[in-house]
């Protein structure tokens, strides 16, 4: 069960779903929260599986387990606490959002998550957790290492609700637009733009202020979840900043996933996840001055872009490798449910 649109959504559950092998008598359904549904749908099914909260009425879906003996995974990739200033706060407290996670995190037979740090927090709600990395078909569909269209661009590719973490290194990019040598060498993009309402486009044009600290900045608009790798094609490196705060320590090493993909070096923040990993690929910064060197010295060695992309691509597809990761993820589905879908 996926809410039609979701980031989330593609990269937890519809995109590993859909490089399982199942038998010839195995399939997997998928059910949006923009269709309606009849309850006998759910006859002769072994497993439903949703991300965070229930894109239905959570208590219909426990009644329909109840009646038809399936199990529930439920996946949580980020903390359900989120910190006041982030964009959806006052929405996920108008909503619940909060709550609606953590009960069905306590009535998942599973639940799924990303690193060891998050699955701390769950287990204070359900004893039954299992780690699936992020991870991507290399080779495959949108997961291609393909040419970058331009070798000068720093690509920053994210959501609305990061302005405070492009924030965080806002004064290094400023002094960025003051050196000759990285404005020679390097452009700033921003790519995820996506400010369809009022709303959304107050918050984006306060996140474009930010990246526009750099100098030279480039704009790109959002892409779908089946194309946003598409925007990796215009990037040399990559940021991945994030604000020090307790939310953002529970988060995945996604964009390090997503650069390494297309062999892309990334710049990161001296924060969990990012910073139990090991790679030249990755250049872990502790201050602003520590942003402000690692740009300058891509700038005066921009040789290293290439090096460092390919150490890093090497990294994510031994360890970050859907097809392996999915080896973990029917073993759980078989062990669950009892039945061999080898």
Request: net charge positive; charged share 25%.
């Amino acid at each position: 069960m996926i809410k039609f649109g979701s980031g989330v959504d593609y990269i937890r559950l519809m995109l590993p779903l859909s490089y399982l092998k199942f038998q010839k008598t195995g399939q997997v359904l998928t059910l949006s929260n923009n269709q309606a549904f009849d309850d006998v749908l759910f006859k002769g099914v072994d497993l439903v599986i949703f991300s965070r909260e229930c894109p239905f009425d959570l208590d219909r879906i426990l009644s329909l387990r109840e009646e038809f003996k399936f199990k529930l995974i439920v996946d949580v990739d980020d903390y359900w606490i989120l910190y006041r200033k982030h964009f959806y706060y006052d929405a996920w407290k108008k909503h619940g959002i909060k709550e609606r996670i953590i009960k069905a995190m306590k009535v998942a037979d599973v639940v799924t998550t990303t690193n060891e740090k998050l699955k701390q927090k769950i287990l204070h709600h359900n004893p039954n957790v299992t780690l699936f990395p992020n991870a991507f078909p290399y080779g495959f569909d949108q997961f291609i290492k393909q040419p970058k269209l331009n070798q000068k661009n720093i690509l920053y590719a994210g959501g609305i609700t990061h302005f405070e973490d492009l924030h965080s290194i806002s004064h290094a990019l400023n002094r960025c637009r003051q050196n000759p040598i990285i404005q020679r060498e390097f452009k700033f993009v921003l790519a995820g733009y996506n400010g369809k309402t009022k709303e959304t486009k107050n918050e984006w044009d306060r996140i474009v202020s930010v990246a526009n600290e750099f100098g030279s900045c480039e704009i790109m608009d959002y892409l779908p979840p089946t194309h946003f790798m598409n925007h990796y094609k215009n990037g040399a490196l990559c940021v991945a900043p994030l604000q020090k705060n307790t939310f953002n320590q529970f988060k995945s090493d996604l964009k390090i996933v997503e650069a390494g993909c297309n062999a892309i070096p990334i710049i990161v923040s001296d924060l969990h996840p990012y910073n139990v990993i090991e790679n030249p690929g990755v250049t872990i910064c502790k201050s602003q001055n520590d942003w402000y060197q690692a740009f300058l010295r891509y700038s005066k060695a921009p040789e290293k872009l290439i090096e460092d992309g390919e150490a890093l691509y090497e990294y994510v597809n031994k360890n970050y490798n859907l097809m392996d990761i999915n080896k973990g993820r029917m073993a759980l589905f078989q062990n669950i449910t009892g039945n061999n879908t080898n």
